[in-house]
């Protein structure tokens, strides 16, 4: 008798397909985006946090913002590089999409309510350029969005490959075939 197939071998097949919104193009195309936009953020709040020093006191509370933003864009890049070596097949990985959704929603507020709209003298006193923190919040609005649709899109998937182990299973008990330590006698016998 030819052993049964895995369903789980039948839902990771599933991952590496190229079209559609789970698709390898798509899922390479976000990543590349959200990688894209870290280096940038890591770029605009980097150059800022070093004129902190000679700019305020070294214990500055606007200093942790800054602080903030490159741990959320290094987090985000760290994130992307993985994904490029890694297959995400744990719904955990989602989980962890979810995180850097809400930890860019965190970044878009927090630079967002200092730098859009009528900014403060403290405000622009401690930073080089308004424009480039304008700048910086509408690219953490965009990795926001990014993440968000990473996460949906992890969440697709994981639900077609749970329809298709499903149905692999069906297909699996309507031949007959053992599942999981469960005997199933076809109806021949």
Not at 56 to 64: E, K, M, V
Not at 68 to 83: D, E, G, R, Y
Not at 135 to 157: C, E, P, R, Y
Request: glycine fraction near 10%.
């Amino acid at each position: 008798m030819p052993s049964p197939p895995d369903p789980k071998r039948a839902a990771i097949s599933q991952y590496w397909h190229s079209t559609g919104f789970t698709g390898t193009i798509a899922r390479a195309t976000l990543r590349t985006l959200q990688f894209i936009t870290s280096i940038i953020l890591l770029g605009i709040y980097g150059s800022d946090l070093s004129y902190f020093p000679s700019s305020t006191g070294i214990n500055s509370p606007g200093r942790t913002n800054w602080i903030f933003a490159i741990v959320v864009a290094l987090l985000s890049a760290v994130t992307c590089v993985l994904h490029c070596f890694l297959t995400v097949k744990r719904l955990g990985w989602i989980f962890w999409d979810l995180v850097l959704c809400v930890l860019y929603a965190a970044l878009s507020g927090t630079f967002g309510t200092a730098y859009l709209g009528a900014v403060e003298d403290a405000d622009r006193r401690i930073t080089q350029s308004v424009q480039a923190m304008r700048a910086g919040v509408a690219f953490a609005l965009i990795g926001m969005g990014l993440w968000l649709v990473t996460w949906i899109q992890g969440i697709s998937w994981c639900c077609s490959a749970r329809r298709i182990t499903r149905r692999t299973d069906r297909e699996d008990e309507e031949d007959g075939v053992e599942i999981g330590g469960v005997g199933k006698v076809s109806e021949d016998n």
